[in-house]
């Protein structure tokens, strides 16, 4: 492993000498610039901006640009010799719980790799974390920048994941959607059951295919073979008019492919069975009710005035959803 950063984890009185590498590679497949023309490869050369000359990278330095356009330069000596302990150093400072963590938050992950003589109190701190379910706090310098890092227990190695700090992160709420939505219970509860249908996901069990693809293009481009375009892929025929009609599709489909021993929560007819009963038993304005308006409206019911007699109600209608539930099965 090549080492990202080389240093010593703080951990009270405990020195633990590391080297920081990273968790992941890309299987990206890298594209060249090319000149269309005639498929020369295309260059970038880097040049000063006052003689117009092409400068080799040992000529190229570091420089801050003020607001009047002035470059101050900052060479690396100056850099290394800033009184900065976490250039050198992970000090922990504290522990939390990695679920008081936003994951918004979490920014790369890296493997810390103990150095010589640190195997001993590497796993003493290995040990520790994992026992007492709780991750590091610490900082370090890295590309330029000082990092919040978490160190925590994976497997047999500690992995120390930066963070953005605090500061950093922006608010999600204008994301959010506008407006009051409302929702009724048995549409939650369909949600609910098309979740457990669908199934826990095997990470391991997704591939990626655009890779594959592009793989594949440039294995026929290079072999001379013809290349036949793939069909574009129909957009969705409109929007979904009855959410509770595409739920209850979408958990039929779901329990088709994964055949009659998955295990899900079957949804309830009771808002069907409370359509029937209020036109029998309520006056005639609450039959002309919409069926939204009476799925919207049950649920504040359920802990406001009038409890009682809701639940009188149900009491009549059990019979009915029951009768229901023998059809839906027959």
Request: charged share 25%.
């Amino acid at each position: 492993m090549k080492p990202l950063w080389s240093g010593t984890v703080s951990f009270g009185l405990v020195s633990i000498p590391v080297r920081l590498g990273s968790t992941v590679s890309s299987h990206k497949i890298p594209f060249r610039q090319m000149h269309k023309a005639d498929h020369g490869p295309v260059r970038y050369r880097k040049k000063c901006e006052l003689d117009d000359t092409v400068l080799n990278p040992d000529e190229i330095g570091r420089a801050y640009e003020t607001a009047d356009g002035t470059l101050v330069e900052i060479t690396d000596d100056e850099l290394a010799a800033m009184p900065l302990p976490t250039a050198k150093t992970i000090e922990i400072s504290g522990f939390l719980d990695m679920a008081d963590v936003p994951i918004a938050q979490y920014n790369s992950p890296y493997v810390l790799q103990p150095g010589p003589g640190g195997d001993k109190p590497y796993v003493l701190m290995r040990q520790a974390l994992a026992r007492s379910g709780k991750a590091a706090v610490g900082k370090v310098a890295l590309h330029n920048k000082e990092h919040l890092v978490l160190i925590y227990a994976y497997e047999d190695v500690l992995i120390a994941h930066t963070l953005h700090w605090p500061d950093e992160m922006k608010s999600p709420a204008e994301a959010a959607p506008t407006g009051k939505v409302e929702l009724a219970d048995n549409e939650i509860k369909a949600a609910i059951a098309l979740i457990d249908a669908l199934g826990e996901a095997d990470l391991d069990a997704y591939e990626d295919r655009y890779t594959t693809a592009v793989a594949d293009l440039v294995r026929a481009k290079v072999d001379g073979a013809e290349i036949t375009p793939a069909g574009t892929p129909a957009p969705a025929a409109g929007k979904v008019v009855d959410l509770m009609q595409a739920l209850e599709a979408s958990l039929a489909q779901a329990k088709e492919n994964r055949g009659e021993d998955a295990t899900v929560h079957d949804i309830a007819p009771a808002k069907k069975t409370a359509k029937k009963a209020p036109a029998k038993k309520t006056a005639a304005s609450h039959a002309s009710t919409s069926d939204t308006h009476s799925r919207t409206r049950s649920t504040p019911k359920a802990g406001g005035e009038g409890k009682k007699s809701t639940a009188k109600k149900a009491a009549k209608r059990a019979p009915a959803k029951k009768a229901v539930a023998r059809k839906r099965s027959a």
